[in-house]
Nanobody, 118 residues
């Protein structure tokens, strides 16, 4: 059975860092484009970052560009999101999404909570 599992969330002080991981089981991530999304209480889900299947192309939203870095670890069938200089506005549940751009197959993880607070 195919699924994605996010990990690495938690409570961190403003200015701190966290590294989120998105691990796949039952399928191989390296043929999927991977996106990280987040949803804060009372707000719509928003795209944060994504990486192409090849890993050659990345995207960051304006709110995280320069602070977050997405990368693939194909040997571990995992994608990471390194988050630095966190602030309270980064507080949200973070979800990863895997999408096969040709077949249209798509998977979502269950989410991991990130809370930035002093």
């Amino acid at each position: 059975q195919e699924h994605l599992v996010e990990s690495g969330g938690g409570l961190v002080q403003p200015g701190g860092s966290l590294r989120l991981s998105c691990a796949a089981s039952g399928f191989t991530l390296d043929i999927y484009a991977i996106g990280w999304f987040r949803q804060a209480p009372g707000k719509e889900r928003e795209g944060v970052s994504c990486i192409s299947a090849s890993g050659n192309t990345t995207y960051y939203s304006d709110s995280v560009r320069g602070r977050f870095t997405i990368n693939r670890d194909n040997a571990r069938n995992t994608v990471h999101l390194q988050m630095n200089s966190l602030n309270t506005e980064d507080t949200a549940v973070y979800y990863c999404n895997a999408r096969h751009l040709v077949e249209g197959t798509e998977y979502w993880g269950q989410g991991t909570q990130v809370t930035v607070s002093s």
